[in-house]
């Protein structure tokens, strides 16, 4: 397999990037003088995938939700009743696994044995094992994940958020799925959705470290074939109306205090690309200015004791589903609201200054570089990026461009009171 | 790795690690203070209204513009205990001058001056306005630990556990204390702090020493020569004739959470220590451990189930989100698996997959700044001079007998149960 070479002189980093003849798509980032190795192997495959279109037939099954996530859990599990981290374990590696809306990860960071651990990654995501019996197992740990993450209130005000955002796109369904979807799940389906969306075509593998590309590539050819082979599944646009379903969620939660989170529904997606990550750095400048602990907003609501430390934003631009959010604690979270939709118009109205625009510049700058500190860092933002066709190399250059005019453009098309859900979780009556 | 100490005066002492790898510098202030229920509440005050601004960078937009200027240099403040210590500390983050067109050191370490000498101040004292905002902001947050069960089950347990020691004061001080604090004496208390307390500033990263040296030693050699030492901490030791402590709290929860406390009293800087992290690795401290193999993967009791040796404190803990009714299962399986580790049933593989787990572990840390810092912070606090890599060393020659011993040591002091009653929803 041949490799090819993207160097960025400014951040010192180089990536090198290849098909396998398989189809899987292999990342080398060349790192020296750090301990660890890092290796994360995904497919494109998450919670929003709730159909499947059985490869070479006409075949359509509706999955169960939380499959994805199962399915992860599961493919640790191996045919002599041991299971992945165990191997794992006796190189000394740190292994894990992701599912998210759109991906899962299978990764692992160690600090010697490094192509032992990749083969026994290779190995146990390219095999397999399900029985009623091991499945039967699984509802019971998964069963304690979902409660864990019912109490977490975190947990509740984002999905509570996507929940009055979306009316369609699957992206509002808990990861996990519910403890009654999970009972729908069969080693006969898991095989099936292992067949389609762990096909090579569908998955990326990133290597961060001191590494022998050729060394890897002979782990990969054992066990990644050009039969296993199904092409990329392509997923459907979905028709999502412009509006958001319902503009305010509560719910009550044993916490001290009321938490909020204010969401800005994405209305543009499937893009990928540099237009992406424009898009993602634009929105992310936007929120800075806005928001950010420099603003007027800030202070005025931080010293009128309406919000505290806890305040941050984030924006999650993806190719099939996106928004940005306030969140925090607040006594008032409907003051919040409104502020934050004042804050908004008062801007669109008046502009962008030149020198607040430079200054956040410089903070995307700083943690762009910051980003490069850390191999499993390095590992998790690539895969992403490659994912959605994005040169994380680019970074800097198209921060560096950001125009006032882009700017304005896209905050009167991302940040409108029609595309806005509140969410909120509110103490237990008599707890406040 | 190799630490070069330095006094700038006497009970002040600059550390400077150099690392060439890392896009950033890091620079961190600590004063250390022995928790003490009198102090507890003013010194974890202290770093909020510290941050809110300082002379030169009058407010909160002021601060955060110029840490805007500085490339998204990342300021933090704030309190972390080790043992039976409490320090506060300032960090700041930021980018290598390296990877930039301008030279930012110099400035970072002004700003750092800026945080901890020159402190906004009003008729001699704090602002007043921002010490009731922070007050307040505090109030929350200590309330606020409820949000987080698992964290507050954790925090429950050590209060009961230690209880009538300085290590069972919650670091983040009482809400009642508050309202004994105001700008005067909250500043009055800063002046003996900083007058009086050790203090350490660790510098890590690429940057020019001796360049670096003179900043610092010109900002911060105005402080006084003091005659501190480090707080000696005190060992969870094994009692005679103990009363396991055992609470049960309700709450409406969906998920239960189960903590377990228990003595060791192992020196933090013997071989015995070493045992221990190999004991707690193999029992519950890995994803290969007893308590996950067998807790989760085989009787599908808990999602999270795990242990963790305390090293300042010579005690383990263990943590596990369980349903309310299978406390008795869950907590049987837990005393059968620690049983089996004191009758040295467990494999030569585990043994093997602990060392290697802990040298990954430990040589991971390497590759952080924030890890290297906490990691030798907690050695020179210790009076220790071993590096990770000789730590590394040590824990690859436990031997069995020595997992023995250290499981031998281990004395069930105090159970607490949060028990969920209800769904979490209503």
């Known amino acids: ?81 041991g299971n992945a981290f165990d191997r794992f374990a006796l190189t000394g590696a740190n292994s894990n696994a992701f599912t998210s809306f759109d991906m899962t990860a299978y990764l692992f960071s160690c600090t010697d044995s490094f192509y032992e651990n990749l083969d026994i990654l290779i190995d146990f995501v390219n095999h397999p094992y399900f029985t009623d019996e091991n499945v039967a197992k699984e509802q019971g740990i998964i069963g304690q994940e979902i409660k864990m993450y019912d109490d977490d209130p975190n947990w509740r005000l984002f999905f509570n958020m996507l929940q009055g955002m979306y009316f369609k796109n699957p992206v509002k369904t808990d990861i996990a799925g519910t403890v009654e979807s999970i009972a729908k799940i069969t080693p006969d389906l898991l095989f099936k959705c292992c067949d389609a969306f762990y096909n090579p075509s569908n998955m990326f593998l990133v290597m961060v470290g001191d590494i022998d590309a050729d060394k890897a590539m002979a782990i990969v050819d054992k066990y990644v074939t050009s039969e296993r082979d199904r092409g990329r599944i392509e997923r459907e646009i979905v028709d999502e109306p412009k509006t958001v379903a319902k503009s305010v969620v509560y719910q009550k939660m044993s916490v001290s205090k ?73 006594k008032d979270p409907n003051e919040v609201f409104n502020r934050v939709i004042k804050r908004i118009e008062e801007v669109k109205s008046k502009g962008f200054d030149e020198d607040e625009i430079s200054r956040v510049k410089k903070v995307l700058i700083g943690a762009n570089l910051r980003g490069y500190n850390d191999v499993e860092r390095i590992g998790n933002n690539f895969i992403r990026s490659f994912m959605s066709d994005v040169n994380p190399f680019e970074y800097e250059r198209i921060a560096e461009a950001v125009e006032k005019d882009a700017l304005e453009k896209r905050l009167r098309e991302h940040f409108n009171k029609d595309a806005a859900v509140l969410s909120v979780i509110e103490p237990l009556d008599g707890e406040e | 790795m190799n630490i070069n100490s330095s006094k700038i005066t006497e009970g002040v002492n600059l550390r400077l690690l150099k690392t060439e790898k890392f896009k950033t510098n890091c620079i961190s202030l600590y004063i250390h203070l022995p928790l003490v229920r009198e102090n507890v509440t003013f010194a974890a005050l202290l770093p909020r209204v510290l941050k809110r601004g300082t002379e030169r960078y009058p407010s909160l937009s002021e601060l955060s513009k110029r840490t805007e200027e500085l490339y998204g ?6 309190i972390v205990k080790k043992g039976d210590t409490q320090s506060i500390k300032f960090t700041l983050q930021f980018v290598s001058d390296t990877f930039l067109s301008e030279k930012i050191t110099a400035d970072a370490v002004e700003l750092l001056g800026q945080l901890v000498l020159f402190p906004k101040l009003q008729s001699g004292a704090f602002d007043k306005d921002w010490v009731n905002q922070e007050k307040e902001n505090l109030k929350n947050f200590i309330e606020g630990l409820i949000n987080d069960k ?28 508050l309202e004994n604090i105001d700008e005067k004496n909250l500043y009055e208390f800063y002046q003996n702090i900083l007058r009086n307390s050790v203090i350490d500033i660790f ?59 228990f003595n060791c009293g192992i020196f933090p800087v013997s071989e015995d220590y070493y045992n221990m992290m190999m004991f707690s690795c193999i029992f519950g401290g890995s994803p290969f451990s007893k308590l996950f193999n067998n807790v989760r993967e085989k ?59 802990l040298a990954t572990s430990l040589g991971s840390a390497k590759d952080s700044l924030g890890a290297i810092e906490n990691f030798y912070m907690g050695q020179i606090m210790l009076g220790n001079d071993e590096t ?37 929803e209503v």
């Open chain 2, 203 to 261: 510098a890590s990263g690429s940057f020019d020493d001796e360049l670096l040296e003179n900043e610092i030693k010109s900002i911060f050699g105005e402080l006084p020569p003091r005659n501190a030492i480090y707080t000696k901490t005190a060992l969870a030791a094994v009692e005679d004739n103990i009363c396991v402590k055992n609470v049960v709290e309700p709450m409406p929860t969906s998920q239960s959470k189960l903590c377990i406390g």
């Open chain 2, 299 to 357: 009787l599908s009791l808990a999602y999270y189930v795990f242990s963790a040796a305390d090293r300042q404190k010579g005690y383990v803990k263990i943590s596990a989100g369980i349903e309310a009714d299978k406390f008795e299962a869950a907590y049987d399986e837990i005393m059968l698996q620690l049983e089996k580790m004191k009758t040295g049933d467990f494999s030569d593989d585990e043994i093997i997959s602990a060392k290697k787990y």
């Open chain 1, 1 to 81: 397999m041949k490799f090819e070479k993207i160097e960025n002189t400014m951040l010192k980093e180089t990536i090198l990037h290849g098909v396998h003849e398989s189809g899987l798509r292999v990342y080398i980032v060349p790192k020296q003088g750090f301990s660890k190795y890092y290796a994360i192997y995904g497919t494109e495959y998450g919670s929003i995938d709730t159909k499947l279109n059985v490869p070479d037939t006409d075949e359509v099954i509706e999955l169960p939700d939380g499959i994805a996530h199962f399915l992860e859990h599961k493919l640790f599990e191996e045919e002599d009743g």
């Open chain 2, 150 to 177: 698992k964290q507050y089950a954790q925090v429950k347990c050590n209060e009961i556990m230690f209880e009538g020691d300085p290590y069972g004061i919650f670091e983040y001080g009482y809400v009642e204390d």
């Open chain 2, 73 to 78: 240099a990342y300021v933090s403040a704030g």
């Open chain 1, 258 to 330: 009321p938490q909020f989170m204010i969401g800005f529904k994405e209305l543009e997606t499937d893009i990928t690309g540099t237009a992406l990550l424009k898009k993602q750095i634009e929105t992310n400048v936007i929120l800075s200015i806005l928001f950010g602990k420099s603003s007027e907003f800030f202070t005025e609501l931080y010293e009128a004791g309406i919000i505290d430390g806890s305040f941050s934003f984030e924006c999650e631009l993806e190719k099939k589903y996106g928004f940005s959010s306030v969140s925090g604690e607040s």
């Open chain 2, 388 to 424: 990770i890599d000789e730590l590394i060393e040590r824990v690859s020659k436990v031997q069995r007998d020595g997992i023995i011993k250290a499981a031998k040591c281990v004395q069930e002091d105090t159970i607490y149960f949060l028990k969920g009653v209800g769904n979490g």
